[in-house]
């Protein structure tokens, strides 16, 4: 760690300080009491305390204002620079940036975290804010004291240790520092070794590595490679062993298939065969069966011919017979056909008569049916008729009742439209009354803003004439001060500082001259001293002359001789003084009239008061035009006004005093009363129009239904008395008659058809009796007609029979004759001896036996078929596999994966115990170091038996950094037994070497007050050789402790001075640090 | 008499997963040269032609390195220009993208006097009275017997009849999907020699029958279960009736081996193997060692086995330390003037395996003893001495 840059503005009494920091020792020197130590705690709580902590109220400036502003800029490692910012106080802030290149910083923490990641930066053994162990101050750890301790206790490293310390970053810190310096040159190779073995496998936080180059990576990346080789070979042989065994049982079962295929073929043909003898035994039975029907036929044929000669002499008779019974029913049929024509005769006789007489009864009782039922007929009209105009009188009635009605109705809608009306007109008015309210009010308001803008015209006039006065006032003030030259109060300040320099500068030349001139002949002398007026003195005597600071003696032409006070440097700071003096101060001297500061200072303060007049002058001028530019419209507004009042008075068009008291009616807020009125007014208003345009709209309505009924009742009394004239004697009167007519028609509609009915019942009885008779005469003729057709019919089959059984007689002695039945005889015993011959099958075979065993055969001849394709694909499928060739790489990549899969256990084996191993040794290391005393204590040692002159032998600490002592005389002597200035030495050296150690920043704060002069000259020498190594903040009032004169910041120049290749660094705090 | 340097199952462009890749290398190269070799051998005999039963690569499809190297040796061969016959074998069947088939340039760059079977009735008159019948393989697995598919002899043919093919004529129960061959399939067909190829040892299967039935055996072996590999045979046919002679001859320069120590001293005695540069060493560690012997183990493999820097003892070495235990505890095989921190470490770990309950653990420990000691060895002068 390194610091860079610390701003401090507002902290306790420093007003701002600004010190950019040395890469080595760095001496930031200054007066008492001008704010190092300030300087120093500002460092410790810009890195150690949180800025709301209220103990950073202290650093709060004495006189109170600003909140206290700290920033510091160190760097912990090349390209790692931070920035820490902290404003104090409960509204305060802190900010942590970072940055690669110290001008571009990023945010990396705000507000409370920061503390904690400083903390985390640092590693001093400090725990997060907040964590238990922290109180109130600047939280504290051993390293926090050994680094920054305060001027207060400068031995306070050698009370402590890293025992206290709240967390164990510190102790963590040390030992990683002591261990890395003290660890044995063996075992760091071999850690380093064993780290490298272990990294190739593991990352930092232990993980095993995944990346390429990773061992364990590689191992299983080939195990996966070959178990994936492995797996497809695997696959590759399972399926050629499926597709083996497949293909072992595809031919077994082509042997069954085959086997089967022969068995259904020899069935097959066994049947074929049986069929063969079956169908030629059945053929010679066939021959027999033939020739013996042959034989058969002929023999039946003879006697066929005999019986044929029998049945044509029967038939013969038959026709005989059949003739006579012929002539028998024609005789019989002649009989019947004289009875049916005596009976027709008959009947034409007897039915001429009875159908006249029938006749004309009919007639009339027709003629009299018409008659009675036109009777009906009229009757029934005239009753529709009588009945129609009831309905016309009814009808008249009703239209009578509605028109009443719509009249009535008419009426009431008249008068509510009247009603509404009149409601409406009241609202009007009451609107009308309303608006002239209004107006009023308006002319009242009008009048209102007439007074007020005219209040406010008086008003602008009265300020403008204020604002006149100020602004003469304030412009002769600024003449006053314009004519007053004076510089600042700040340059004054300067002015004062440069006077006090100057006096300094010339009292250091006034040294008192005395100047004895013993002239050796007469001489003329001309004496100018201390910028006196010159005198003259001539002769020979002794010339003494006393001056304070300056003599000028002009020796007659011989020579001018000029003594000056003061040394050479005090001459020159003062005529650089002096000169400063002309040209700073003496214009300002000039311009102001003044002749020297207290005057010049007066016409400041006068200025400054001038300035004040003139400052408030201005703001009253700027309050007064502020508030005229507030008015200005004013007169315009009066205008308005009027304009507005006129306008008013004229739309109410009568005085205002007449509406007094309506106004008054209106109460505190009458607009608000007037709007409310109004808007009731509007209602009504609306409401008045709606029930007016609803009752218009019943109105009409009532009238349209008026005159509609009024029609109506106009064409039914129109119609009834049309109609009643035809019923003179009156309706009731009219409809008895026509009851009566209607009763008689009746009465002889029924008789006519009684009488009707009596007369066709007789006609039918008498034509029933004349069909009876003739009925039976054409049945008798009928019958006598069928017997001749049958007698016919018989005769004619007789005939027929005859014919064709006489026609079959000759053909069968034909047939007979052609007949050979010795021939016959002959093939049927043939035939007979072939059958006896033919073998007998063993069994019977049917067709259906035959398809089948056919069937049976093609499908073995399927079946395998089927096997052999299937066969077949096997093979192929086999023969993309590979089969023995697969099983023999799949042999070898087995024992690779073996191989492979005991190599990746190995590696794994292997780097965990390289793993394990590097725990160890670090463990063991760790176990070594951890006794840090024992690695810290010697180089503490060395340097204080040096300082010492080896008075003290040795310094002993403990395993927790703690100072047991030094050794003396072979026995330990605490520390508390050595001098103070020793024990600051002491304490100085352990501080040093610690940050050596550590490679960081040390904060030395007043710290070797108490040493002389010859330790002083070592410790210079050791800060300036280890300022090469870390750095060295120094803050004293004694620069020249642990600075050579040459390295110290020469006056009036910049305040930093860097010697010794830069790495030591002079800092004159009066120019850095600006305190109240 | 007519001779015939008959071989089988060179396996070009086999690859041997289970050895580093260097020496994956190694063998794969030696059965390219083993080639040149058996034309050596050919040469040598003064035979007459050179039948090759099959699987010559070790797939259809070899990476053109191989069979570009087979036509570049045929070439070069400066010998007499004797026929020599290629027939291809389940691993390298004759497909249409094979390496066999017409199209593809490995046929064209080879020389008119090495045939290529690539048809079914494949004949070539070798002589006026002797003729060499063939068959290829057309897959990787086949159920048909090649040899019996051979023409038979006809009656009143009185020429010398060789058949070649490649086939097993393992007795094997169920279905035969590896070419079977019958084994009486050169008597059968009227052969004088049954020229065949698959197994990798050489073996003749027909000892009793007048007509030989051989397998010469891969010239390089592929593994290490093939005592009888690296061979081809040289076949002398006299005339028929007359069984021919069928000889041995040696052409691999591998030679595979297994090997089990026991102890230390023997696997020292590894080191004094004559020959060792051209032996594929499978070497068994089936023994107990402490953390000082087991680097005395180490430095004994790494100068079996080579190094970047420096060549092996052995050809090709293949360890297997499965067995290879390590005995527990440093058991005071440091040295005594180590840095307190060393002996802190070793303590320690002393104490890990004291503490342990599981082998695993005790194991882990022990190796990360064996870890130090080993590089503790590395700074030798340093150790041993008084620091």
């Known amino acids: ?1076 | 008499v007519l001779r015939l340097l008959h071989t089988a199952d060179w396996h070009l462009g086999r690859r041997f997963p289970s050895f580093p890749e260097d020496a994956q290398k190694k063998l794969s190269r030696a059965r390219l040269d083993a080639v040149g070799r058996i034309l050596e051998v050919a040469r040598r005999h003064g035979v007459n032609a050179v039948v090759c039963a099959g699987d010559l690569f070790d797939e259809p499809t070899p990476v053109a390195d191989f069979w570009e190297g087979l036509a570049k040796t045929f070439n070069d061969y400066r010998g007499p220009q004797v026929p020599v016959f290629l027939v291809p074998g389940n691993h390298d069947p004759l497909t249409p993208e094979s390496v066999w088939a017409a199209h593809h340039p490995f046929r064209s760059r080879l020389p008119s006097w090495v045939h290529v079977v690539d048809r079914d009735d494949f004949s070539h008159e070798l002589m006026p009275d002797a003729v060499l019948y063939a068959r290829p393989c057309r897959s990787k697995a086949g159920e048909i017997d090649l040899a019996s598919a051979l023409p038979a002899r006809e009656p009143g043919d009185a020429r010398i009849r060789i058949g070649c093919v490649h086939g097993c004529t393992f007795d094997i129960e169920g279905y035969q999907t590896n070419f079977p061959i019958c084994r009486d399939a050169g008597v059968q067909r009227g052969m004088n020699y049954l020229a065949i190829g698959d197994t990798h040892s050489f073996r003749d299967v027909t000892a009793n029958s007048p007509v030989p039935t051989v397998y010469p055996g891969a010239p390089e072996p592929t593994n290490f279960d093939e005592p009888d590999a690296g061979s081809v045979a040289v076949v002398a046919l006299f005339r028929p009736g007359v069984r021919p002679r069928v000889n041995r001859e040696s052409v691999a320069f591998w030679r595979w081996i297994d090997v089990r120590c026991r102890d230390l001293n023997e696997l020292r005695g590894v080191l004094t193997k004559p020959d060792l540069e051209r032996h594929v060493v499978r070497l068994h560690l089936d023994m107990a060692v402490s953390v000082g012997e087991e680097s005395e183990v180490e430095r004994i493999l790494n100068d079996l086995q080579g190094s970047d820097a420096a060549h092996g003892r052995a050809g090709v070495l293949l360890i297997d330390r499965t067995n290879l235990r390590l005995q527990p505890g440093s058991a005071g095989v440091f040295p005594e003037n180590l840095p307190p921190v060393i002996k802190d470490t070793i303590a320690r770990l002393d104490r890990l395996i004291e503490d342990a309950t599981d082998d695993g653990e005790k194991l882990k420990a022990t190796r990360a003893l064996a870890h130090l000691f080993k590089l503790l060895k590395t700074h030798e002068g340093v150790v041993g001495q008084p620091r």
């Open chain 1, 1 to 1076: 760690m390194r610091l860079l840059r610390l701003r401090v503005m507002d902290f306790a009494a420093i007003v701002k300080a600004e010190v950019d920091f040395g890469k080595g020792l760095n001496v930031l020197y200054g007066p008492n009491d001008l704010g190092k130590s300030t300087l120093a705690e500002s460092i410790r709580s810009v890195l150690l305390l949180p800025h709301s902590s209220t103990f950073s109220e202290q650093y709060i400036p004495w006189r109170g204002g600003h909140q206290p502003i700290v920033e510091m800029t160190f760097e912990t490692e090349a390209q790692r620079i931070w920035r820490v910012k902290k404003q104090f106080g409960k509204s305060g802030s802190s900010l942590l940036q970072e940055s690669r290149n110290g001008i571009d910083f990023d945010d990396i923490a705000k507000g409370r975290s920061v503390d904690g990641k400083l903390r985390e930066i640092l590693r001093w053994g400090i725990p997060e804010p907040g964590g238990t162990g922290s109180g109130r101050g600047i939280p504290t750890s051993f390293l926090a004291t050994a680094l920054l301790s305060t001027q207060a206790d400068v031995t306070a490293v050698l009370q402590e240790s890293l025992q206290g310390d709240s967390a164990p970053s510190g102790k963590e810190r040390i030992a990683a520092a002591l261990q890395a310096v003290a660890q044995d040159p063996l075992f760091v190779s071999l850690l380093r070794a064993t780290q490298a073995r272990r990294d190739e496998a593991f990352t930092d936080k232990g993980m095993k590595k995944t990346a390429r180059d990773s061992p364990f990576r590689m191992a299983s990346e080939r195990l996966k490679e070959i178990r994936d080789e492995k797996e497809r070979l695997q696959a590759l042989v399972d399926e050629s062993e499926s597709v083996e065994e497949l293909l072992r049982e595809l031919t077994d079962r082509r042997n069954v298939a085959e086997e089967s295929l022969a068995v259904a073929g020899q069935r097959q043909v066994e049947s074929e065969r049986l069929a063969t003898q079956a169908a030629e035994l059945a053929g010679a039975a066939e021959d027999v069966r033939l020739a013996r029907d042959e034989v058969a036929r002929i023999q039946t044929l003879g006697s066929d011919v005999a019986g044929a000669e029998q049945s044509a002499a029967d038939l013969a008779a038959k026709k005989e017979q059949a003739e006579q019974a012929v002539k028998n029913a024609q005789h019989r049929k002649v009989e019947a056909d004289a009875a049916l024509q005596a009976a027709q005769d008959a009947v034409v006789s007897a039915s001429g008569d009875t159908a006249t007489s029938a006749t004309v009864a009919r007639q009339r009782l027709e003629l009299r049916r018409a008659a009675a039922e036109k009777a009906f007929s009229e009757a029934q009209q005239r009753k529709e008729a009588v009945q129609a105009a009831q309905k016309l009188v009814e009808s008249a009635a009703s239209a009578d009742r509605t028109h009443s009605t719509q009249e009535s109705e008419v009426q009431r809608t008249r008068a509510s439209v009247a009603a509404a009306i009149e409601q409406q007109q009241r609202v009007e008015q009451q609107l009308r009354t309303l608006d002239v309210l209004e107006r009023a009010l308006e002319a009242r308001g009008a009048d209102q803003q007439v007074a007020i803008a005219q209040a406010a015209v008086d008003k602008a006039t009265a300020l403008r004439t204020r604002f006149d006065s100020v602004a003469a006032e304030r412009d002769g003030l600024q003449a006053r001060r314009e004519s007053l030259k004076v510089p600042t109060a700040e340059t004054l300040t300067g002015m004062r500082r440069l006077a006090t320099d100057l006096a300094k500068a010339r009292g250091a030349l006034d040294v008192g001259l005395l100047v004895t001139i013993t002239p050796h002949r007469p001489l003329d002398i001309r004496v100018q001293k201390d910028n006196a007026p010159s005198e003259s003195e001539s002769g020979e005597q002794v010339v003494e002359i006393e001056a304070k600071t300056h003599v000028e003696l002009d020796l007659a032409d011989v020579a001018t001789v000029r003594v000056t006070g003061g040394r050479r440097d005090a001459q020159r700071t003062a005529q650089a003084l002096n000169e400063r003096w002309r040209e700073e101060v003496m214009p300002h001297l000039a311009a102001a009239s003044a002749t020297d500061l207290d005057e010049l200072d007066a016409k400041v303060r006068e200025a400054t008061e001038l300035d004040s007049s003139i400052q408030a002058k201005e703001a009253a001028r700027r309050s007064l035009k502020e508030q005229l530019e507030s008015l200005s419209g004013s007169d315009d507004a009066l205008r308005a006004a009027s304009d507005r009042q006129r306008t008013g008075h004229a739309a109410l068009g009568m005085p205002l005093d007449t509406l007094t008291d309506d106004l008054h009616r209106l109460g505190r807020d009458p607009s608000a009363t007037l709007r409310k009125q109004r808007d009731q007014a509007r209602g009504a208003l609306e409401a008045a129009r709606r029930a007016d345009s609803e009752e218009g709209t019943a109105h009409t309505l009532a009238e349209e239904r008026s005159r509609s009924s009024r029609a109506t009742l106009e064409a039914a009394i129109s119609a009834r008395d049309e109609a009643l004239q035809s019923f003179p004697e009156g309706l009731p009167i009219a409809f008895a008659d026509v009851q009566a007519a209607l009763g008689l028609a009746t009465e002889e509609q029924q008789r006519v058809t009684r009488e009707l009915a009596s007369l066709d019942s007789s006609i039918a009885a008498e034509q029933a009796r004349i069909d009876g008779a003739l009925s039976d005469a054409r049945k008798k003729a009928d019958v006598a007609r069928s017997q001749v057709e049958a007698a016919q019919e018989q005769l004619t089959n007789a005939i027929t029979k005859h014919a064709s059984e006489t026609g079959r007689l000759n053909e069968l002695r034909r047939l007979r004759d052609a007949e050979d039945l010795v021939a016959a005889e002959n093939r049927l015993r043939t035939a007979s001896e072939r059958h006896g011959t033919m073998p007998v099958p063993e069994r019977l075979v049917s067709d259906a036996d035959i398809t089948a065993a056919r069937e049976a055969v093609v499908r073995a001849n399927s079946h395998l078929d089927m096997i052999e394709r299937e066969i077949q694909k096997a093979h192929g499928a086999l023969e993309q596999v590979g089969g023995a060739v697969a099983r023999e790489r799949l042999r070898d990549v087995i024992e690779a994966y073996e191989l492979a899969e005991r190599h990746e256990r190995e590696i794994e084996a292997d780097y965990e115990a390289w793993k394990l191993l590097l725990e160890q040794m670090k463990d063991a290391d760790a176990a070594q170091a951890s006794n840090l005393g024992q690695a810290l204590a010697p180089a503490i040692a060395n340097r204080f038996e040096a300082l010492t002159a080896r008075r003290y032998e040795n310094v002993r600490l403990t395993a927790q950094l703690g100072t047991e002592g030094v050794v003396a005389g072979g026995a330990v002597r605490p520390a508390e037994c050595l001098s103070v200035g020793t024990r600051e030495q002491l304490s100085t050296l352990y501080r040093l070497s610690l940050a050596e150690y550590l490679g960081t920043t040390v904060v030395l704060d007043d710290q070797l007050v108490q040493s002389d002069e010859k330790r002083m000259d070592w410790f210079r020498a050791l800060l300036v050789d280890k300022a090469r190594n870390f750095q060295i903040v120094v803050f004293t009032c004694r620069p020249e402790d642990y600075l050579s004169q040459a390295a110290m910041v020469a006056p009036g120049t910049s305040p930093n001075r860097d010697t010794d290749d830069g790495f030591v660094r002079s800092i004159d705090l009066s120019g850095a640090v600006q305190r109240r």
